[in-house]
Nanobody
């Protein structure tokens, strides 16, 4: 069983910063791509940023420069540093990971989601 646990969300004023963390635990052989998604009220879940096991990153264009994704492979943790926050960044932020686990027949990759952490930016 694999779990992703997010932390670091909260209430912040516009222009402020928050750092989200997501730690993976359980029967993990390795972790490939990790990422952050967000879902605002009444909207679909959208990609924020992803990072592969070598540290190569990809961001949604309109968040480049304000958000930074990073990971610590030894800690099985991915981070999202969010700066210059705006009210429109208000959403539930979800961690996602492609986790490789050892099965009886070999290695398999499964996608896991965290429970989400609320980020609220006040104007």
């Amino acid at each position: 069983q694999v779990q992703l646990v997010e932390s670091g969300g909260g209430l912040v004023q516009a222009g402020g910063s928050l750092r989200l963390s997501c730690a993976a635990s359980g029967s993990i052989f390795s972790i490939n791509t990790m990422g952050w998604y967000r879902q605002a009220p009444g909207k679909q879940r959208e990609l924020v940023a992803i990072i592969n096991s070598r540290g190569v990153t990809n961001y949604v264009d309109y968040l480049k420069g304000r958000f930074t994704i990073s990971r610590d492979n030894a800690k099985k943790t991915v981070y999202l540093q969010m700066n210059s926050l705006k009210p429109e960044d208000t959403a539930v932020y979800y961690c996602n990971a492609a986790v490789v686990t050892a099965q009886a027949m070999g290695l398999d990759e499964y996608e896991y989601w965290g429970q989400g952490t609320q980020v609220t930016v006040s104007s």
